[in-house]
C-alpha cells in the first residue's frame, strides 16, 4: 500500500501524495516522550519515543513521509533509507489500525 503513496526522493520533483491522521484521530504529547494518539471509534494507543518523532515529523511535514523521514535523518544523524523502511513500516502498521490515511 504505502509503494502507492511514496514520493520520488528527488528534491526537484514535486511530492503529490500525503498521508494524514485519519478522521476524527487526536494526539497528546505526553512528558514521558511517548504520545497518546485517540480516536473516538477505536480507543486510545501509545506510540513509544521513535513512534511519536515519526508522527511529529510527518504532521510537521505536512503529510510528506520523505520529507519527514529526511528531517528525522538529519535529526538523528543517521541513514535516510533506514529512517525512511522504519517510517514505511509504523505509517502501514497506523494506516492499517485506521489512525492514518491518504489525503485527499
Given at each position: 500500500?504505502?509503494?502507492?503513496?511514496?514520493?520520488?526522493?528527488?528534491?526537484?520533483?514535486?511530492?503529490?501524495?500525503?498521508?494524514?491522521?485519519?478522521?476524527?484521530?487526536?494526539?497528546?504529547?505526553?512528558?514521558?516522550?511517548?504520545?497518546?494518539?485517540?480516536?473516538?471509534?477505536?480507543?486510545?494507543?501509545?506510540?513509544?519515543?521513535?513512534?511519536?518523532?515519526?508522527?511529529?515529523?510527518?504532521?510537521?511535514?505536512?503529510?510528506?513521509?520523505?520529507?519527514?523521514?529526511?528531517?528525522?535523518?538529519?535529526?538523528?544523524?543517521?541513514?535516510e533509507g533506514k529512517v525512511r523502511?522504519?517510517?514505511?513500516?509504523?505509517?502501514?502498521?497506523?494506516?492499517?489500525?485506521?489512525?492514518?490515511?491518504?489525503?485527499?
Amino acid at each position: 500500500m504505502l509503494e502507492a503513496l511514496e514520493a520520488d526522493s528527488n528534491a526537484n520533483e514535486e511530492y503529490d501524495m500525503r498521508i494524514v491522521a485519519a478522521d476524527g484521530v487526536t494526539g497528546t504529547a505526553l512528558a514521558d516522550g511517548r504520545m497518546k494518539v485517540r480516536t473516538a471509534e477505536r480507543g486510545e494507543f501509545r506510540c513509544s519515543p521513535v513512534g511519536s518523532a515519526m508522527w511529529v515529523a510527518l504532521r510537521v511535514n505536512d503529510g510528506f513521509l520523505e520529507l519527514a523521514a529526511s528531517s528525522l535523518a538529519d535529526a538523528w544523524q543517521t541513514d535516510e533509507g533506514k529512517v525512511r523502511t522504519a517510517m514505511n513500516a509504523w505509517a502501514e502498521r497506523l494506516m492499517d489500525a485506521g489512525l492514518l490515511k491518504a489525503a485527499a
